[in-house]
């Protein structure tokens, strides 16, 4: 099965939920903005199988959840929480 690479965002009202989610997604993928993931390469089998973890941490009538197949990044720098720890994706 073909692994692409994925862009996970969302907007969640409730603080412990939006946590979780946040938990969740920084065991697959890298924290690229406040609530915005980048996976680097995943099936969509295993991408349905994540959603369905994560749905169980949002409120269906309040929160939202954009799940994006995007291309693979070439190259890409930043910076991770601690400043003197730089990322190459």
Not at 1 to 22: N, Q
Not at 37 to 63: G, P, V
Request: proline content about 2%; glycine content about 4%.
């Amino acid at each position: 099965m073909e692994k692409r690479a994925w862009v996970v965002v969302y907007d969640i009202g409730d603080h412990r939920s939006r946590h979780r989610v946040a938990r969740v997604l920084r065991t697959v993928g890298f924290h690229i903005q406040r609530s915005t993931f980048y996976i680097q390469s995943m099936s969509q089998r295993e991408i349905q199988a994540l959603i369905s973890r994560l749905e169980k941490h949002i409120n269906r009538k309040t929160d939202r959840l954009f799940v994006y197949p995007v291309e693979e990044l070439e190259h890409a720098e930043g910076y991770l929480i601690k400043p003197w720890e730089t990322f190459i994706i």
